[in-house]
């Protein structure tokens, strides 16, 4: 049981260049989410799904893209990097009666 | 839309000393959940605590507890007997109920950096 795994751990980018952050866990929840953490600001939800097939914006979402073919993957893609998106990025799922969230382990994008 | 606030950005407390963290937040929402998350240096988001709203008892896990004031909207951290392996960023987190689903949104707070000193 491998929990939420996340890749790449770092990423550089160059500016106007686009990359897919990857997502999976195996747990067989239905939501799962992408947060940015920056400093001072806590985690703030990008995007959410709560099921295949259904996904919805969060609070930052402009300049991401997600979807969600299967209950396991939530990839997390950024169209044209912008230096504004350099931040440590989560991915997370949720499930069980006690609601907890399980986090993966984090992405480091730098943006240049 | 709720919003969690933590107005403590650093704190620090010496090894087996008692320290705790401060949460509000700001909801209409009668039934709720709420969280303490710890954040070490290695990045992992690990929880420590959770609340259910209905609830009156507070919750404790080994050395930490929380104080959870409903009718205030505070819900502050207390770690006891602190260790070095504590240091950390701390986040308070609040999950609304959505209807009695998993799917409601986790909103954080701006998190507090916990430094215990040997």
């Known amino acids: 049981n491998a929990g939420v795994t996340q890749t790449p751990k770092f990423q550089v980018l160059k500016t106007g260049q686009s990359m897919t952050l990857q997502c999976a866990q195996d747990m067989n929840h239905e939501y799962m989410s992408w947060y940015r953490q920056d400093p001072g600001m806590g985690l703030r939800l990008i995007h959410y799904s709560v099921g295949a097939g259904i996904t919805d914006q969060g609070e930052v979402p402009n300049g991401y893209n997600v979807s969600r073919s299967t209950t396991e993957d939530f990839p997390l893609r950024l169209l044209s990097a912008a230096p504004s998106q350099t931040s440590v990025y989560f991915c997370?799922?949720?499930?069980?009666?006690?609601?907890?969230?399980?986090f993966g382990p984090g992405t480091r994008l730098t943006v240049t | 839309a709720q919003t969690v606030t933590q107005s403590q950005p650093e704190m620090s407390v010496q090894e087996a000393e008692t320290v705790t963290l401060s949460c509000t937040y700001d909801?209409?929402?009668?039934?709720?959940?709420l969280f303490w998350y710890k954040q070490p240096p290695s990045r992992q988001m690990i929880l420590v605590i959770r609340q259910e709203a209905y609830k009156q008892q507070n919750a404790t896990e080994n050395r930490f507890s929380v104080n959870f004031q409903k009718a205030a909207k505070s819900f502050s951290l207390k770690i006891s007997d602190s260790q070095l392996g504590d240091t950390a960023m701390y986040f308070c987190?609040?999950?609304?109920?959505?209807?009695?689903?998993?799917?409601?949104?986790?909103?954080f707070g701006q998190g507090t950096i916990l430094t215990v000193h040997p």
């Open positions: 997370a799922s949720r499930g069980g009666p006690l609601y907890e969230q399980y």
């Open positions: 909801t209409s929402e009668n039934n709720y959940y």
């Open positions: 987190a609040f999950l609304d109920n959505a209807g009695g689903t998993s799917y409601g949104k986790l909103t």
